[in-house]
């Protein structure tokens, strides 16, 4: 028998104009435990609702091809799920199971392959790298997909950032925020995105409030994806008058405050109930630079 657990942190992607592209781990994690005998047993899934402890579950996915790859069998295996990264929220709780997955393949395995051929086999499933990347390097990230496989590179951060996630009580699915999605955007929209992206960067390794709340804006999906979202627009304005950023976490249903402001938390929990009929709760996070890891040693 064979055992390890893989702790993967909570992701947020876009960033606002960043779209399918940036990417930043925080931390709220999820620890899944693998544990491969030949017990007869099969494949077994705790931890999490029953809907998700059969062989769709991405975690095991992800894992069986790692064992595809390596073309190894996958054998009884027994995953345990201890998730604190809420579900269909848009931090990123789908790509920390094919990441954990993945890598907990790999080791049990004997590491044969690299974090970039994890990156490539998990990409190839989720089919954007924006979560995946931060979720295995940690940091922050910006990534592409050249010829089929992605490229990822890390930014500096400023240390001074504090992070606000406004997660609701209610989810909002990936596959309904990108069916509300235009098919295609006109040239304005995509040079706005392009340069505002950049200013993104920069401003967050610079620790400019003032330069990333201009620079969050987008036009691609944030507009189209707060109808979705109960008074998204109050909370906006509500934010923008404490002047901190803000921009949706992944395709939401979340709402990402980035602020130098320490006080910001207990102003928005005083504030936040007059301007919304929903129960939202604040997490403050930071930066996670460590990515994905192993937190126990393999028990053979």
Partial sequence: MKEVTIRVPATTANLGPGFDAFGCALSLYT??????????????????????????NMAYEAFCAVCDSLSEPVGDLHIHI????PI??????????????????????GGRLSTQGLLNITNA????????????????TASMVDGGLPV????????????????????????????????QVSRADAIY?????AMVLKAMELGNEKLLRTAMKDRIHQDYRKSLIPDYESIEALIRTTG???????????LLCLTMDPSLREKLEEKLPSVTKENWTIYPLHVEFLGAHQVKPVKA
């Fill in 31 to 56: 620890d899944v435990t693998f544990i491969r005998d030949a017990s007869g047993s099969g494949l077994t899934i705790t931890g999490c609702d029953e809907c998700y402890q059969g062989p769709d």
């Fill in 82 to 85: 201890d998730a604190h990264i």
């Fill in 88 to 109: 269909c929220r848009g931090l990123g709780s789908s790509a920390a199971l094919l990441v954990a997955g993945a890598m907990g393949a790999n080791i049990l395995l």
């Fill in 125 to 140: 499933m989720e089919g954007h790298p924006d979560n995946l990347a931060p979720a295995f390097f940690g940091g922050l």
């Fill in 152 to 183: 990822t590179v890390s930014f500096p951060l400023h240390p001074g950032w504090q992070f606000l996630a406004l997660v609701p009580d209610f989810d909002l699915p990936t596959s309904k925020a990108r069916a509300v999605l235009p098919a």
């Fill in 193 to 197: 995105n392009i340069s505002h992206g």
């Fill in 244 to 254: 901190a950023a803000f921009c949706l976490s992944g395709a939401g249903p979340t």
